[in-house]
C-alpha cells in the first residue's frame, strides 16, 4: 500500500479525515480542513468545486495521483471523489509523500504544510505567558 494512502487512513481512524463533498464542505465552513484532497480521476466540475471551496475556506489543495476508488479503499466509503485533512501534521506528512515522487507538482503546496506544521507544533509547546487570572 501507498505510504500516502496510509496517512490518509490514519487519518481517518483518528477522526481528522473528511470523506465526500458534504463532510469537506462542513470541514471547510469549521475552519477545520487544513488541506483538501481531489482524486485525479474526479470530473472537471467536481475539481473546480473542491479547488473553489478550498480557496473560499481557506485551505490548501490538491489533486492527488491517487483514484477515487483507492481513496474509497482507504476511508470506507465507496469512491468519494473529494477528501480534507483535518490536521495540519499530517496535512504535511501526505503532502511531502506526494512531493518526494513529483517535487514539480507537490512540492510548493508541501513546503507551505511543513512551514505551518512547525509554527503550529512550536505554539502548542509554548507555555502560556501573563498572569493568570483565578476564579474565587
Request: proline letters at 3%; aromatic letters at 4%; glycine letters at 12%.
Amino acid at each position: 500500500m501507498d505510504n500516502n494512502l496510509q496517512i490518509l487512513g490514519i487519518a481517518r481512524k483518528a477522526g481528522l479525515l473528511a470523506v465526500g463533498a458534504e463532510d469537506v464542505s462542513k470541514a471547510l465552513r469549521t475552519g477545520k480542513a487544513e488541506l483538501v484532497i481531489s482524486a485525479c480521476d474526479a470530473s472537471e466540475n467536481a475539481l473546480r468545486r473542491a479547488r473553489k471551496s478550498a480557496e473560499y475556506g481557506g485551505s490548501l489543495y490538491t489533486v492527488a495521483p491517487h483514484k477515487s476508488f483507492e481513496l474509497g479503499s482507504i476511508t470506507g466509503r465507496g469512491s468519494p471523489g473529494t477528501l480534507a485533512i483535518l490536521d495540519t501534521g499530517l496535512a504535511a506528512r501526505f503532502m511531502r509523500g506526494l512531493a518526494e515522487t513529483d517535487p514539480e507538482s507537490y512540492g510548493g503546496t508541501a513546503e507551505l504544510l511543513m512551514k505551518k506544521a512547525r509554527v503550529s507544533a512550536e505554539q502548542k509547546r509554548r507555555p502560556l505567558s501573563g498572569k493568570r487570572r483565578t476564579v474565587q
